[in-house]
């Protein structure tokens, strides 16, 4: 078992900067970002492998950055926060994975979320 509790999000205005942090009560292989925003399916931002590899999606790559602080935490760093970046997002962890993944079903554990708002 794995308990992931988010910190950080909120609201900022568009061209803004926002941090992340999720902490987990034990270690997990992938520990990785998703959001969802209302009347959307849930998709995947970033992904980290034992801190070591890293996977984003293609419409944050450049602008958001995930890291492994320690073994069991992870921060996901945006900058040049857009509109469309407005969703809730979800920490989430997979015990065992072989790659850093952006799919939800790699992974078993998964945070409560924290709100992000971007306003133009």
């Known amino acids: 078992q794995v308990q992931l509790v988010e910190s950080g999000g909120g609201s900022v205005q568009a061209g803004g900067s926002l941090r992340l942090s999720c902490v987990g009560s034990?270690?997990?292989?992938?520990m990785g970002w998703f959001r969802q925003a209302p009347g959307k399916e849930r998709e995947g931002v970033a992904s980290?492998?034992?801190?070591?590899?890293t996977e984003y999606a293609d419409s944050v790559k450049g602008r958001f950055n995930i890291s492994r602080d320690n073994a069991n935490t992870v921060t996901l760093q945006m900058n040049s926060l857009k509109p469309e970046d407005t969703g809730m997002y979800y920490c989430?962890?997979?015990?065992?994975?072989?790659?850093?993944?952006?799919?939800?079903?790699?992974?078993?554990?998964w945070g409560q979320g924290a709100q992000v708002t971007v306003s133009s």
């Open positions: 980290d492998y034992v801190g070591a590899f």
């Open positions: 989430a962890a997979a015990v065992i994975c072989s790659w850093p993944s952006l799919s939800p079903s790699v992974h078993n554990f």
């Open positions: 034990n270690y997990a292989q992938c």
